[in-house]
């Protein structure tokens, strides 16, 4: 699973032109997963000492990726089902890796329901992480950790979107104060999953057993 890069290799990518529109389609082996590969593989943490049950893409596809403006890696949605309400919160979470300095995200821009929607981040976390030796040349690997929440109707229209084998990804742009943004997307196939998984948890321990 893919989780990291070396800090020079990382180093070396961003030293080197960015190909053009490489963000515009989904890696061949993103784009070849379905709804139902995501769903198999979701993640369910159901701690009885917390107030929602966790349910996470982020063992469907763990390979990060280039997109415009930084290396994303950790790609993956969340959702938190209140145990108290069943109400769900949908996240979507993002590892930007960057030698440039970190990315001081301000806002999430996407298209939703016709229209361009801005979204405020509920958490970015910055650090600095695989770092050469003292003595050696390279710079260390700057991460930013950015978590942001969508409606479930939002969630339902980028699942809408799947279409077996398509690159569309579904875009998103994340708005830097340096102006140097970072855009990228999300496979249609992953909100679908997480949609048919939460679905199965609703129904219970048989419409799990059923939906695997």
Same mark, same amino acid.
């Given at each position: 699973?893919?989780?990291?890069?070396?800090?020079?290799?990382?180093?070396? +990518?961003?030293? !080197?032109?960015?190909?053009?529109?490489? *963000?515009?389609?989904?890696?061949?082996?993103? $784009?070849?997963?379905?709804?139902?590969?995501?769903?198999?593989?979701? %993640?369910?943490? %159901?701690?009885?000492?917390?107030?929602?049950?966790?349910? &996470?893409?982020?063992?469907? *596809?763990?390979? =990060?990726?280039?997109?415009? =403006?930084?290396?994303?890696?950790?790609?993956?949605?969340?959702?938190?089902? %209140?145990?108290?309400? =069943?109400?769900?919160?949908?996240?979507?979470?993002?590892?930007?890796?960057?030698?440039?300095?970190?990315?001081?995200?301000?806002?999430?821009?996407?298209? +939703?329901?016709?229209?361009?929607?801005?979204?405020?981040?509920?958490?970015?976390?910055?650090?600095?992480?695989?770092?050469?030796?003292? %003595? $050696?040349?390279?710079?260390?690997?700057?991460?930013?950790?950015?978590?942001?929440?969508?409606?479930?109707?939002?969630?339902?229209?980028?699942?809408?979107? *799947?279409?077996?084998? &398509?690159?569309?990804?579904?875009?998103?742009?994340?708005?830097?104060?340096?102006?140097?943004?970072?855009?990228?997307?999300?496979?249609?196939?992953? +909100?679908?999953?997480?949609?048919?998984?939460?679905? !199965?948890?609703?129904?219970?321990?048989?419409?799990?057993?059923?939906?695997?």
């Amino acid at each position: 699973m893919f989780r990291s890069l070396p800090a020079l290799c990382i180093a070396l +990518a961003f030293a !080197a032109p960015q190909a053009a529109g490489a *963000y515009e389609q989904l890696p061949r082996q993103l $784009a070849s997963l379905s709804p139902a590969d995501f769903a198999r593989e979701i %993640d369910v943490v %159901d701690d009885p000492l917390e107030p929602a049950v966790v349910l &996470s893409t982020h063992q469907g *596809y763990a390979r =990060g990726r280039a997109i415009k =403006g930084a290396h994303a890696n950790n790609v993956h949605l969340r959702a938190l089902v %209140d145990r108290a309400s =069943g109400r769900v919160t949908w996240q979507v979470w993002h590892e930007l890796i960057s030698v440039r300095g970190h990315k001081q995200v301000t806002a999430v821009h996407f298209l +939703a329901d016709g229209g361009l929607r801005q979204i405020a981040p509920f958490a970015v976390d910055h650090w600095l992480d695989q770092c050469p030796a003292t %003595d $050696a040349v390279g710079s260390c690997n700057q991460f930013t950790r950015i978590g942001f929440e969508l409606t479930e109707d939002m969630v339902r229209e980028i699942a809408a979107a *799947y279409a077996a084998g &398509s690159r569309e990804p579904w875009r998103l742009r994340f708005k830097v104060e340096t102006g140097r943004d970072v855009t990228g997307g999300l496979a249609p196939a992953e +909100a679908a999953g997480l949609l048919q998984a939460v679905e !199965a948890w609703r129904g219970g321990p048989q419409a799990r057993t059923a939906a695997r």
